[in-house]
């Protein structure tokens, strides 16, 4: 039978096809130079969901693998070089030895989340006009934005900055729903010009809503709307859900 295709993700992020013995041992050696480091990752004929992942901790060596989608997967750790070697070797090539080479145990994923998490990061992007202007000043989180509502006066734009505490709760705003377009940027920040200590970057806040006139700034859940868990930002409809890292889709 023919060895089955691998490619390994080392520490370092390169990619190797069909990795030999040799290099295997070279880059788990190299673990041991930074306990702790990037765990490395070898991927069987192009399957995200039959693989076998490597750590060095302080304890020794860990291993995980799953062999196919829906199995269980199995974890070994407190390995020494050697026992760690001959099970990566032989799942390499292919062979069942790995199975022996250490003492597997069964673990689960844990389950997904049905529901949101309490506080929404939202991550800084600064190429990025929706979540530009956002970070920390003295007291708590902001939110700065320029977007349109789409029920503004032609040509005129939606200028909002929001106010958040420490622990991501809304406490208040300043909204102007009606700002001629060629106005908006410089008017924003003025607004975050007289927030003191202000540094950018992500944000986690609480679901919120005001309204300004007959507009809704808000953040809510729409989990049971869409049977998934699910936040969207309004007016400018961004949308956060798993793995809740920050990022949006539009």
Known sequence: MSAPRVTLYDHDGNTHAQPSGGLLWVLLKQFDDVPGRTSMWLGRDESESD???????????????QQ???SPPALAHQLGFDAAF???????????????????????????????????????????????????YADGQFFAIVHGTRRNALGDIGVALLLFDHTGTYTGSRIHNDVPLGDAHELRERLIAELPDVAYGDIAVRPFSVREGDIAWELVDQTAKHGMPLVSFYPMDIMFAPPWDGTYDT
């Open 68 to 70: 196919r989608e829906g």
């Open 86 to 136: 001959e099970a990566l070797l032989a799942w390499n090539l292919g062979h069942d030895t790995w199975r022996t080479a250490c003492d597997w145990r069964p673990v689960s994923w844990p389950p997904e989340p049905d529901t949101p998490p309490a506080l929404i990061r939202i991550a800084y992007e600064p190429d990025h006009s929706r979540t530009n202007r956002i970070g920390r």
């Open 51 to 65: 693989f076998m992942q490597v750590w060095r901790m302080a304890d020794g060596y860990r291993l995980l693998v």
